[in-house]
């Protein structure tokens, strides 16, 4: 049985950092080094850190762990209207979050440090939540979450299939044009979310391009998001943080905003753009476990 990393369901979080790695020519060696550091037998400061890989890294070094349809975000998703969601993909991730910045700041430090032989930080993202449970739109974010109990059985894969335990996370950095956003009046806002922005109860009936309806779980499968706010007062957005059981509700889903499933692109990509996109396998803690003892020293 396989046991999914616990910083994956950890809520309650005041700061986050995102470092994604670019190995340096070893990716066993990088593999084994973050291993090292997600191994659960080591003090982290009191912080979670979710661990993930490049999936074609990780299926060659473990084939039999890698979820069936795992793969990286290498082609950008060309939608309708000349919009575009880039690819970014990078080799590694590490996410750390906890209760203060400054204890996030630190262990992000050490981590880079611990692997600066063997990659680089190909970007880095702090983020926080807002309001509790709002993005900077104004309005509840992940009204559709499962719940913990239910995200067990849904967002990772299960005993008995490839990569048992793991989960695939989807890593995307939207930047919000606030400016023309806010310039909408709320009755329209909600046209476009597909839900009330007081009680984020859904319109009846929805539009068709409206985000709920672009992004619909009943269509596509179930997605645990775990998103928050990122950037400064003059540029910011919300870093997209989701993990499903397998690529396809993933990717099917940013295929449904690009407008590729219906011809209706999510009315949100007209406020919102993505900057970045990458697909990781989230291993098991088990799965980290058998290659921390290959670190190499130093």
């Keep these: 049985m396989g046991s999914p990393q616990t910083g994956i369901f950890a809520l309650g979080t005041a700061s986050h950092a995102y470092l994604e790695l670019d190995t340096s020519g070893d990716a066993a060696a990088l593999v084994a080094a973050v291993a090292s550091l ?69 262990v992000a430090r ?26 900077l739109t ?18 990772v894969v299960p005993d008995g299939s490839p990569g048992a335990g793991g989960s695939v996370l989807l890593l995307q950095k939207w930047q919000h044009d606030a400016t023309a956003w806010e310039g909408l009046g709320v009755e329209r806002q909600e046209q476009v979310i597909g839900r009330t922005k007081p009680d984020s109860v859904e319109l009846d009936p929805r539009p068709a391009d409206s985000h709920v309806a672009s992004t619909d779980q009943d269509d596509f499968g179930t997605i645990l998001r775990r998103n928050m706010a990122y950037g ?21 889903m940013l295929e449904s905003m690009a407008g590729l499933k219906n011809g209706a692109r999510d009315a949100l990509t007209r406020y919102t753009k993505p900057v970045t996109g990458a697909y990781y396998v989230v291993p098991s803690i088990e799965s980290i476990a058998t290659l921390a003892g290959d670190a190499p020293a130093g």
Excluded at 55 to 77: C, H, K, Y
């Design 138 to 155: 104004g309005f509840i974010d992940g009204t559709e979450n499962p719940t913990l109990v239910e995200a067990l059985q849904l967002v």
């Design 110 to 135: 050490a981590a880079i440090a611990a692997l600066h032989r063997l990659a680089t930080v190909g970007e880095e993202t702090s983020s926080w939540p807002y309001h509790h449970d709002l993005d």
């Design 232 to 252: 400064t007062v003059t540029d910011h957005g919300t870093m997209f943080v989701g993990f499903a059981a397998a690529r396809a509700p993933l990717q099917t």
């Design 38 to 106: 997600r191994e659960p037998r080591t003090t982290m400061g009191g912080v979670n850190l979710v661990a993930g890989f490049r999936p074609e890294l990780w299926r060659e070094l473990r084939l039999e762990e890698t979820p069936a349809d795992a793969e990286g975000f290498n082609a950008d998703i060309a939608g309708i209207e000349d919009f575009v969601m880039p690819a970014t993909q990078h080799d590694a991730v590490l996410w750390i979050s906890g209760a203060s910045y400054d204890v996030v700041f630190d």
